[in-house]
């Protein structure tokens, strides 16, 4: 059973950088046809697909956040790692790692993944 565990600071002030980290038990993030995707929730709204980083290490980025977000891996800890730069308060979102099967690129819900975190709060606030 792959499990997902993000951590990274729960508080983040206006104009610095959000860096988070997927860590992956129960699997390989370099198994063939594995997507590591990474998905926010803003308080009231729906899940937001930010990006994703494939078995073999390409990434796709969401067109609104491509300039912002660095998605990266390090294989030897198995893990998979979110940046976003310049953040604001719209940024302030309970951020998830997820597995999926295929790249999915878009509107999202929770059913399109195999495998999710628990998820992490991220409030941006000076």
């Known amino acids: 059973q792959v499990q997902l565990q993000e951590s990274g600071p729960g508080l983040v002030k206006p104009s610095q950088t959000l860096s988070l980290t997927c860590t992956v038990s129960?699997?390989?993030?370099?198994?063939?046809?594995?997507?590591w995707n990474w998905i926010r929730q803003p308080p009231g709204k729906e899940l937001e697909w930010m990006g994703a980083i494939t078995y073999v290490g390409s990434t796709y980025y969401s067109p609104s956040l491509k300039s912002r977000t660095s998605i990266a891996r390090d294989t030897s800890k198995n893990q998979c790692t979110l940046q976003l730069v310049s953040v604001t308060p719209e940024d302030t979102a309970v951020y998830y790692c997820?597995?999926?099967?295929?790249?999915?690129?878009?509107?999202?819900?929770?059913?399109?993944?195999?495998?999710w975190g628990q998820g992490t709060q991220v409030t941006v606030s000076s």
């Open positions: 997820a597995e999926s099967k295929s790249l999915i690129i878009g509107p999202t819900t929770k059913n399109l993944y195999d495998y």
């Open positions: 129960g699997g390989s993030i370099t198994t063939v046809y594995y997507y």
